[in-house]
């Protein structure tokens, strides 16, 4: 899989794992939604504290992103036939968005991509990953 087809499997992608560190080193993942879009540097991907529920009110993945701001997302997948299976990761550097007009157009690229944010818009933080690198891979070459 080239660069482009991997960028544009990112993209479209529904759900991504988030790889970050915790401050003790261990490697900690969870799962995220995400919106991509081109930046004046590259691919930006942005994600937002949103109002599902979540284990408590300090996010494990922002401390982690607070300390060390080097990520990977991931994407795949994956079907029984295993001649159809794929995956592409993104490193990224993390930053919250604190610009306001940058917020909002981070905010409307998520409501654009996921129709539950239209009815109940995300009010937590907001996130800029910007993407470094991607790679990716399919069994189909």
């Known amino acids: 899989?080239?660069?482009?087809?991997?960028?544009?499997?990112?993209?479209?992608?529904?759900?991504?794992r988030l790889?970050?560190?915790?401050?003790?080193?261990?490697p900690h993942v969870v799962p995220l939604v995400f919106a991509v879009m081109n930046g004046s540097y590259g691919p930006v991907a942005?994600?937002?504290?949103?109002?599902?529920p979540k284990a408590g009110t300090t996010l494990q993945r922002i401390t982690n992103l607070e300390a060390n701001p080097t990520a990977e997302l991931l994407v795949d997948g994956y079907e029984e036939d295993w001649s159809r299976l794929w995956w592409v990761r993104a490193s990224v550097t993390a930053r919250e968005v604190l610009d306001?007009?940058?917020r909002a157009q981070a905010l409307e690229v998520l409501v654009e991509k996921y129709p539950q944010y239209r009815t109940?818009?995300?009010?937590?933080?907001?996130?800029?990953l910007g993407v470094t690198s991607v790679r990716g891979w399919s069994a189909a070459g």
Request: hydrophobic share 40%; charged share 35%.
């Open 19 to 26: 790889a970050t560190v915790r401050p003790d080193g261990r």
């Open 1 to 16: 899989m080239d660069d482009v087809e991997a960028l544009e499997r990112l993209i479209s992608a529904r759900v991504a």
């Open 46 to 52: 942005y994600w937002a504290v949103d109002g599902k």
């Open 100 to 102: 306001a007009a940058e």
């Open 120 to 128: 109940e818009r995300p009010q937590g933080r907001v996130f800029r």
